[in-house]
């Protein structure tokens, strides 16, 4: 009894599911619906945009000074007189430190006096030959003597210069390391100086990139210091020799530092830039892969409304989140930008989005009715 009970029920069930599908069938665009299973899907898009991309090779590299030199005396003596501090700027030709110069200077006062008194000889003797007086070899005695009068003070002021010791060419001076009144011989470091208004970046390359850079090629370089900050020069040499131990090439780039911030001694990441140019770029989830092809929608307008077109496409490089475009796709088109899993090739979409895309992604999403939300 009660196997037959439950066989009426099941029955009973049977029939009224029956009945519903039979009815959804009759129902208008039920046979569609039931045969597509198709709806609307809303979708995110974003206009294609034109983005600069390049071939790169990157390296590590240390500043340098565009010229330095280690400041030093050429005589042996005491400071008399310090006219610097420590990071100051000073002009080419400035005084820096000057030394002890007493026995210098007396000596001279005492050549020139000799110089004034050759020269008064020499008019005299003039005067004389003019009235026939004395010989022609009192003149050329006369003569001779003041020559030697000149060489003396030239000779003495020479001396006087090498106790003044100046700045060679403009730049910032580094730590002082003397103190007035010490006692400095050549070779002594008295400071570094240093012209940073322009900064040298040394950096090597295997050489098997010599085929690829060139002088005049532009590079982008980003130090710890500032971090996210990109400073950007061009190479100006490349060494004549390869280095037979690491097989590399040593490439100097330039950079202008007219703020001085930069600083040398500092690492400095590099990459060489080549083949620059611009081409349509995509963000990566807008990407889906079958086999060995890859794929975009584009959403185009049909007489039913918009729908999404399944397009290959062929890739480039790759500049932070977007992708470089070869073929395939040209700068404007809207392509759909997220979720990209939940579309098939012909399915219709409605906008419910609009983002904008930069050289590094998505940077703002804006509603298909209005405002503007960062991303």
Not at 32 to 43: C, D, I, K, T, Y
Not at 227 to 240: C, H, L, R, Y
Not at 349 to 368: F, S
Request: charged share 25%.
């Amino acid at each position: 009894m009660r196997r037959a009970s439950f066989l009426i029920v099941v029955l009973v069930a049977f029939v009224a599911m029956t009945v519903i599908v039979a009815v959804r069938a009759l129902l208008p665009g039920g046979d569609e619906m039931a045969g597509r299973g198709e709806r609307v899907l809303p979708v995110a898009v974003a206009a294609v945009p034109s983005v600069e991309f390049a071939d790169v090779v990157e390296a590590l590299g240390t500043a340098r000074a565009n010229e330095t030199v280690t400041v030093t005396a050429r005589v042996t003596d005491t400071i008399s007189r310090i006219n610097f501090e420590s990071g100051q700027h000073v002009a080419a030709g400035a005084i820096l430190v000057e030394l002890t110069d007493t026995e210098e200077a007396a000596g001279l006062a005492e050549a020139r006096t000799t110089q004034r008194e050759a020269q008064r000889d020499l008019d005299r003797t003039n005067d004389l030959i003019a009235r026939a007086v004395v010989p022609q070899s009192r003149f050329d005695e006369a003569t001779a003597a003041l020559e030697r009068a000149r060489a003396r003070v030239a000779s003495i002021e020479a001396q006087l210069a090498d106790r003044i010791v100046r700045a060679p060419f403009a730049g910032i001076v580094g730590l002082r390391e003397v103190s007035l009144g010490g006692l400095v011989r050549p070779g002594d470091t008295i400071a570094r100086l240093d012209d940073t208004s322009r900064i040298k970046l040394d950096f090597t390359v295997p050489e098997r990139f010599l085929s690829v850079v060139s002088a005049g090629m532009q590079v982008a370089a980003e130090t710890s210091a500032y971090p996210g900050e990109v400073f950007t020069g061009e190479i100006a040499q490349i060494d004549s020799r390869i280095d037979p131990i690491t097989r590399s090439v040593t490439i100097r780039a330039e950079i202008e530092n007219l703020d001085g911030r930069l600083l040398p001694g500092q690492l400095m990441t590099v990459a060489v830039r080549r083949d620059v140019r611009s081409h349509p770029a995509v963000p990566g989830a807008a990407l889906t892969r079958y086999l060995d092809q890859t794929f975009v929608y584009v959403v185009e307008e049909a007489a039913e409304g918009m729908i999404a077109r399944q397009r290959s496409i062929e890739l480039g490089r790759r500049a932070g989140t977007m992708v470089e475009v070869l073929d395939g796709l040209t700068a404007g088109e809207q392509i759909i930008s997220e979720g990209v899993h939940r579309i098939r090739d012909g399915a219709a979409v409605e906008i419910t989005r609009e983002m904008r895309l930069g050289a590094n992604g998505v940077m703002a999403g804006v509603a298909a009715g209005g405002s503007s939300a960062a991303q």
